[in-house]
């Protein structure tokens, strides 16, 4: 018996897909991860046995270095973000959202805006002009499939596993499709009635890219923000952060601190006003403990 390594590429019902170098084969895991209460997740890098008779096992799971999101995957390098300009509605607080939660998990992110195609002049040029300033912060943003699909590659180094994220609806595995024509993922009409994704993609799965992979996912749509320390939050804002450097009060939470640089940058606007307001919000929902239901136990 011959032992190999890779990476768990899909999961269904007890059975793990693992790619081994450009094979895909089926494993199972051994019972004792189970009694280890450990769980295997997409984007593991493992160590499977070969079998002969037709049975590969799953026998041990490589240190990860995260884990992000409901379901899971494991060893995310970066996100590719997926925001529509309309179908669903473009909103700077769910970016905001986003960027807080994948800069708290410690993941960088790139932006895609989506639906470009259908979006009237006017509304889309406004929109590029908020991205600008994401650009101006940090953050790559591209509003084009194509320059993406040119530049993504590159972007990608070996091995590295890149994930989808954003709502349901906004073209996840429509772009998935684009970059990787044998990727065939479904994707689903929006309802027109809600102007909501109908929850199309409802499992992980990585597709080999460049010499990585990407993961199509359902997006994340439960961000939980709520694990973040109320005092921390102002270090996930970026910009919030590299103004924070000049605040008075070391630990300056830009409310009502005299000599607080932010609020002079945001009078000054050199800091969107959209992500203070952000900031403002998600603060309040953590200090609250406005933590939905489902989150408490
Ligand atoms: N015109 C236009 N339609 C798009 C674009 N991207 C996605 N769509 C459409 O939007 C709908 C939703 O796309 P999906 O790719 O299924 O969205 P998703 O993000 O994968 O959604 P979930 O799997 O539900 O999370 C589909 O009808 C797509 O054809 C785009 O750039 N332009
Ligand atoms: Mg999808
Ligand atoms: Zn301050």
């Known amino acids: 018996m011959n032992k190999a390594q890779g990476t768990i590429v899909s999961a269904i019902s007890g059975y793990y897909d693992v790619e081994i170098e450009n094979e895909v084969v089926r494993t199972r895991a051994r019972g004792v991860f189970r009694d280890?209460?450990?769980?295997?997740?997409?984007g593991d890098r493992v160590v499977v046995?070969?079998?002969?008779?037709?049975?590969?096992?799953?026998?041990?799971?490589?240190?990860?270095?995260?884990?992000?999101g409901r379901p899971a995957?494991?060893?995310?390098?970066?996100v590719l973000l997926v925001i529509s300009a309309v179908e669903p509605d473009f909103s700077l607080e769910l970016?905001?959202?986003?960027?807080t939660f994948f800069a708290w998990k410690n993941?960088?992110?790139?932006?895609?805006?989506?639906?470009?195609?259908?979006?009237?002049?006017?509304?889309?040029?406004?929109?590029?002009?908020?991205?600008?300033?994401?650009?101006?912060?940090?953050?790559?943003?591209f509003e084009d499939a194509e320059e993406l699909e040119r530049q993504l590659p590159t972007m990608i180094q070996k091995d590295q596993i890149w994930t989808l994220a954003g709502q349901s609806g906004a073209g996840k595995s429509t772009l998935l499709n684009k970059l990787e024509n044998e990727a065939n993922q479904e994707t689903g009409a929006i309802s027109t009635a809600l102007n909501r994704g109908k929850h199309t993609t409802r499992q992980v799965k990585?597709?080999?890219?460049s010499s990585g992979f990407i993961a199509d996912t359902p997006g994340f749509s439960a961000i939980d923000l709520f694990k973040i320390k109320v005092d921390e939050l102002g270090n996930y804002?970026?910009?919030?952060?590299?103004a924070s450097v000049k605040c008075k009060f070391r630990r300056c939470q830009h409310i009502k601190e005299p000599g607080c640089e932010?609020?002079?940058l945001i009078e000054e606007g050199k800091i969107a006003k959209s992500r203070y307001d952000s900031y403002l919000k998600i603060r309040q929902e953590i200090s609250e403990n406005r933590m939905p239901e489902y989150l408490k136990k």
């Open 36 to 42: 280890r209460k450990q769980k295997p997740l997409v």
């Open 95 to 99: 970016l905001d959202r986003y960027l």
């Open 49 to 68: 046995q070969l079998d002969n008779q037709g049975m590969n096992y799953l026998i041990e799971i490589l240190p990860r270095t995260n884990e992000i």
């Open 107 to 141: 993941v960088g992110v790139v932006i895609y805006l989506s639906k470009a195609d259908i979006t009237p002049t006017e509304k889309l040029k406004a929109i590029k002009c908020k991205l600008d300033y994401y650009q101006k912060i940090g953050y790559s943003v």
């Open 206 to 209: 990585l597709f080999k890219y």
């Open 262 to 264: 932010v609020k002079k």
């Open 237 to 242: 804002f970026y910009d919030l952060k590299d």
């Open 73 to 78: 995957i494991a060893n995310v390098s970066k």
